[in-house]
């Protein structure tokens, strides 16, 4: 149990376009779920953490308008990343926290975005 | 802000070690602890969790542990194999749902 599933796994896109990545738990509800993003070779940065129902909170320095999440089940979340540029080109994954919190995290597998 | 390091950044071993990877936060006051496992271009696969009221969690060949007083845990690896080489991370919480990473120790285990 507590499967969390990503998709895509791997999306190119050209500079200027919208990429919507998505997170789903599959066999438990995630109250909430959080992004993070991952440079080579380094940690984990939480981007912003997303709670069924309302909006997301964001990590300072992290652009709400171009990183745009939405938790509107208690299955999904997405985050679109908007206008990227090469920039934006890193991996990121989500991970989401069951309803009756236990305290432990389950993650997707990760999403590498590359921006031409 | 909490900040997590791990010790060491990189570690080499022959098959069959037993080895230890080390974790420590500057705010000790750590709710939960997590150790996590990445393979290269994947997500993180929860290995052990030690809630607040425990101190030692044990999986198989793995064993963490968590000194609250002193922000610091371990985690013990027996007997590693080859399949073990991946990039260990700690990660913990003081409340609530948010969790502070480790930069990761990269384990490769030589056979």
């Known amino acids: 149990g507590a499967v969390v599933s990503q998709h895509p796994s791997w999306v190119i896109c050209k500079s200027g376009t919208s990429v919507k990545i998505e997170c789903r738990s599959l066999?438990?509800?995630?109250?909430?779920m959080f992004w993070y993003r991952q440079f080579p070779k380094q940690s984990l940065m939480l981007m912003a953490t997303?709670?069924?129902?309302?909006?997301?909170?964001?990590e300072q320095g992290v652009e709400k308008d171009k990183f745009l999440i939405n938790h509107a089940s208690l299955t999904l979340s997405t985050l679109t990343v908007t206008s990227a540029h090469p920039e934006d080109s890193s991996f990121y994954i989500c991970?989401?926290?069951?309803?009756?919190?236990?305290?432990?995290?389950?993650f997707g597998e990760g999403s590498r975005l590359t921006v031409l | 802000k909490q900040e997590v390091t791990q010790i060491p950044a990189a570690l080499s071993v022959p098959e069959g070690e037993n080895l230890v990877l080390n974790c420590s936060f500057t705010?000790?006051?750590?709710?939960?602890l997590q150790w996590f496992r990445q393979d290269p271009g994947k997500g993180l696969t929860s290995l052990l969790l030690?809630?607040?009221?425990?101190r030692e969690q044990t999986s198989g060949r793995l064993n963490a542990s968590l000194d609250k007083s002193s922000g610091r845990s371990t985690l013990y690896i027996a007997a590693s194999q080859p399949g073990d080489s991946a990039t260990y991370l700690c990660?913990?919480?003081?409340?609530?749902?948010?969790?502070?990473f480790g930069t990761g120790t990269s384990l490769t285990v030589i056979p």
């Open positions: 997303s709670n069924e129902g309302s909006k997301a909170t964001y």
């Open positions: 990660a913990g919480t003081n409340t609530g749902n948010q969790f502070y």
């Open positions: 066999d438990f509800q995630a109250t909430t």
């Open positions: 991970s989401a926290s069951r309803a009756g919190y236990t305290g432990e995290l389950f």
């Open positions: 030690i809630q607040s009221s425990q």
């Open positions: 705010d000790s006051a750590i709710y939960n």
